[in-house]
């Protein structure tokens, strides 16, 4: 089993829908969870990281961890083309320092 | 500098030749990560320097790769022998090592294909 599994989609929306993107992970002792944010031919860049249980919102963006489920969301509200990219999860933790990431998933915000 | 600066951003070569691979990682960032992906894949760890010093290589594929770390700042991967498998974008992370929350900051890669 992977650390951390990824829908790789891809995903299709229309411009203004709500997404839901999601990962889960396998080991309880991960602490520290990423989303990144990927456009084609560039490197990922850090959206947002939560820690431990619960929301973190940052304008239209949501991450959102459920340790008890091993569950990690993002969610984009008034979804735009600009958007439009492959979303990486990461989890940091455990016995070593480096960033785990899931398969991402490619979305697609269609105008 | 301003980011994560990788080169070449691009490289072609043929099947059994060596490739380096050149990362300059943000200015007082202690930390710098290997990474591969595969088209249309995740994000595969290779190798993590913390200063000159690598604690976790274990996700080097074979003895055909290795990484070294001067003056804690640049850092080349070096894939010997090349394969087709080995075709991929290479990217580069650093961050500033604060043992909690790792931050990484990314370069743009070097896409590497093998003929």
């Known amino acids: 089993q992977k650390e951390v599994e990824q829908d790789p989609g891809p995903l299709s929306v229309p411009e203004g829908a709500i997404v839901s993107l999601n990962c889960t992970y396998s080991?309880?002792?991960?602490?520290?969870f990423m989303w990144y944010r990927q456009y084609s031919r560039k490197g990922p860049e850090l959206l947002m990281y939560?820690?431990?249980?619960g929301n973190k919102e940052d304008g239209r963006f949501t991450a959102q961890v459920d340790k008890s489920s091993k569950y990690i969301s993002l969610f984009i509200r008034d979804s735009q083309p600009s958007d439009s990219a492959t979303y990486l999860c990461?989890?940091?933790?455990?016995?070593?320092?480096?960033?785990?990431f899931g398969t991402g998933t490619l979305l697609a915000v269609q105008p | 500098g301003a980011g994560v600066s990788q080169s070449p951003s691009n490289k072609v070569t043929e099947k059994g030749k060596d490739v380096e691979l050149r990362c300059d990682p943000i200015?007082?960032?202690?930390?710098l990560y290997w990474y591969r992906q595969r088209l249309g894949q995740g994000l595969e760890f290779l190798i993590y320097?913390?200063?000159?010093?690598?604690?976790?290589k274990s996700g080097l594929p074979s003895d055909r790769f290795s990484a070294e770390r001067t003056g804690e700042s640049v850092s080349t991967l070096t894939i010997q022998r090349t394969q087709q498998e080995d075709s991929a974008v290479y990217l580069c992370?650093?961050?500033?090592?604060?043992?909690?929350?790792?931050?990484?900051?990314f370069g743009s890669g070097t896409q590497l294909s093998v003929l």
């Open positions: 992370a650093s961050s500033l090592l604060t043992g909690t929350n790792e931050k990484l900051f």
């Open positions: 080991n309880s002792a991960f602490q520290y």
């Open positions: 939560t820690y431990s249980s």
């Open positions: 990461a989890r940091y933790g455990g016995a070593t320092n480096k960033l785990i």
């Open positions: 200015s007082g960032h202690t930390a």
């Open positions: 320097f913390q200063g000159n010093s690598a604690p976790d």
